[in-house]
């Protein structure tokens, strides 16, 4: 795996205070950064440009998973032939992705899972069992975290589990992608600093995810 062949993918609203330090740790690993400014009102595009990213820009805020989605199709299509994605908010590591890179010789994606810890807010954590529990029962996959972002995939797999999800259900979309192709996978565990425990996934976004895997479990059948 060569790192020229090997680039990050990075969605960001309003994340101008990590947006930088992110970018250039990753950049030690991968050979571009792409950074997708979600519609941001702060510095995050100005920033991510300065600290040697690819920045592509959406006018308005149309949610991650169409960032992600935008940054991966422009990755696709200039070349990448491994991508990395991770989040903009200094929650993950990018000393992790050698690590990803390393599962992904073997596999078609390679997921990560926060440690268990106190300071996992307890609805993310009670969360994260109730998806992962619905991810094994509805597609047969077993996750210990289905909602942790930082996921590495090849060309190859990102064109058989490129999601419709706008919001954050693109997350557990993909995952029942990856049941329906039955794709290779693998799982690694990472350390994740909880900046914002508000952030993320919440209760209610929980509920319509569940539902969401249900719905196309049940009505896209062999669609997906």
């Known amino acids: 795996m060569k790192i020229k062949e090997i680039w990050a993918v990075i969605p960001a609203y309003n994340e101008e205070r990590n947006i930088a330090s992110i970018i250039k740790k990753a950049k030690k690993y991968v050979g571009n950064v792409v950074l997708v400014d979600d519609g941001s009102r702060d510095k995050s595009a100005k920033y991510g440009k ?53 599962k992904l010789e073997n596999n078609d994606i390679v997921f990560s899972y926060r440690k268990l810890s106190g300071k996992m807010p307890l609805v993310l954590r009670f969360g994260n069992w109730f998806i992962s529990s619905a991810a094994k029962f509805l597609y047969g996959i077993n996750l210990k975290d289905t909602q942790c ?76």
């Open 50 to 102: 300065v600290a040697g990213a690819i920045v592509l820009r959406h006018i308005v805020n149309l949610g991650k998973g169409s960032a992600l989605k935008t940054g991966c199709d422009f990755a696709v299509k200039n070349g990448a032939k491994f991508i990395i994605v991770l989040d903009a908010d200094a929650q993950h590591n990018p000393d992790d992705i050698p690590r990803l890179g390393e």
């Open 149 to 224: 972002g930082f996921r590495a995939f090849t060309k190859e797999a990102y064109k058989k589990i490129r999601w419709n999800a706008s919001d954050y259900s693109m997350e557990s979309e993909m995952i029942s992608r990856v049941g329906k192709q039955r794709l290779k996978y693998a799982q690694i565990p990472i350390e994740t600093i909880y900046s914002d425990k508000y952030k993320g996934t919440t209760v209610i976004d929980g509920i319509k995810i569940v539902l969401n895997m249900l719905w196309w479990k049940l009505a896209n059948g062999n669609k997906l």
